[in-house]
């Protein structure tokens, strides 16, 4: 494969599926405050999106998808820029790594998923915005209250959980970290 395509580093195997840049571009969002996945192609309902791939961490940050209670799936290269839509165009199954849509996408569109699909709690909750008319408003995760207050992030824990995750988007990219699809 073409190392210029790829989003990963080169110190990840190629795989089936991988995310590449004939098929998707990551640009800046509108409100220029993230990033988001964009498709460059055509995708039907029911077929797969991409495989992500990436290091188990313990910790929630902005760029994991949760495997279990104290394991999420760390990918600051691609995945972790698929932005949160009430109404996506594409589901995670998490056992396989894997994104699937669920509505024709079209090239342009950004790639959503539900974030309280596979999230109990959220890194950091936010006011959704998505403008969907299933809008749920608040999202936090799948098993907070509704009524149960964000919870602020603490100086001393973003550093701490920065300074793990930083270690470990460091080992992924010189290849010092098993991937696992």
Do not use: W
Not at 47 to 69: C, D, K, M, S
Not at 134 to 142: D, E, N, P, T, Y
């Amino acid at each position: 494969m073409n190392t210029q395509m790829r989003f990963y580093p080169d110190t990840i195997t190629p795989y089936l599926y991988e995310p590449t840049r004939d098929k998707f571009d990551i640009l800046p969002t509108a409100d220029g405050r993230g990033e988001a996945v964009v498709s460059l192609t055509s995708f039907e309902p029911g077929e797969t999106l991409f495989v992500f791939t990436g290091a188990v961490v313990p910790e929630i940050t902005l760029f994991t998808l949760q495997l279990g209670e104290a394991a999420h799936v760390h990918d600051p290269f691609f995945m972790g820029k698929v932005l949160h839509s009430c109404s996506p165009n594409a589901r995670v199954v998490m056992a396989e790594r894997r994104f699937i849509a669920l509505d024709y996408i079209n090239p342009g569109d950004c790639i959503t998923m539900d974030y309280e699909s596979t999230e109990d709690r959220l890194f950091r909750g936010f006011e959704c915005r998505c403008g969907s008319p299933q809008c749920k408003g608040m999202i936090r995760g799948s098993k907070v209250a509704p009524d149960d207050p964000l919870l602020p992030i603490h100086q001393e824990d973003l550093k701490r959980i920065y300074t793990r995750t930083e270690k470990a988007t460091r080992k992924m990219a010189r290849g010092e970290v098993a991937q696992r699809r």
